[in-house]
């Protein structure tokens, strides 16, 4: 299975990005994914997650109410909406997918497969 995020740049504080990451290869048939970030220095932390269902989603404090993750599971994609972007949003941005379904996941060891990541740079 790979994944391929995208999406990431540079914006200004309070401005808006959207990452995507598809999924492809496998046997892919229903999954549950997620989102970490990694910024300089620092450990790869979560950010949100979304079941297979789509009915349970699941967010890190620092980003709830600005950052929404969705799926579209006919393109094997999951989106992550982030808006109101602060500085402390810089970092390196991965998708994770696991296979199992039940729940969205916050932990990294909880997840089967890894994309590359996207940079996402906010400046103040």
């Known amino acids: 299975v790979q994944l391929q995020a995208s999406g990431g740049g540079l914006v200004q504080a309070g401005g808006s990005l959207r990452l995507s990451c598809a999924a492809s290869?496998?046997?892919?048939?229903?999954?549950?994914m997620g989102w970490f970030r990694q910024a300089p220095g620092k450990e790869r932390d979560f950010v949100a997650a979304i079941s297979w269902s789509g009915g349970d989603t699941k967010y890190a404090d620092s980003v709830k109410g600005r950052f929404t993750i969705s799926s579209d599971n006919a393109k094997n994609t999951v989106y992550l909406q982030m808006n109101s972007l602060k500085p402390e949003d810089t970092a390196v941005y991965y998708c994770?997918?696991?296979?199992?379904?039940?729940?969205?996941?916050?932990?990294?060891?909880?997840?089967?497969?890894w994309g590359q990541g996207t940079l996402v740079t906010v400046s103040s």
């Open positions: 994770a997918l696991t296979r199992d379904i039940t729940t969205a996941y916050t932990f990294s060891y909880e997840y089967d497969y």
């Open positions: 290869g496998g046997t892919l048939s229903r999954y549950a």
